[in-house]
């Protein structure tokens, strides 16, 4: 049995690595990751503020692509 952490834990995981601009992209990594009842484990007031904190503290945005020249 593989132990892997709770739908908490990873959600502030996420939101602590920097990859996730909103608690939103939160909840559609761990959907992705194949997290069930992302909602009901994330449900609350205190929760989503924390993690959307985190998130806005953490995010770091890709670089801009160079852009090309025709010339």
Do not use: H, W
Not at 9 to 29: D, F, H, M, P
Not at 30 to 35: I, R, T, V
């Amino acid at each position: 049995m593989i132990d892997r952490p709770t739908t908490l834990e990873r959600a502030y995981q996420l939101a602590e690595s920097g990859a996730c601009r909103t608690v939103g992209e939160v909840k559609q990594a761990l959907a992705q990751e194949g997290y069930d009842r992302v909602r009901d484990a994330l449900y609350g007031g205190s929760i989503t503020s924390a993690l959307r904190k985190l998130c806005q503290a953490n995010f770091v945005a890709s670089p801009p692509s160079p852009a090309k020249s025709d010339g």
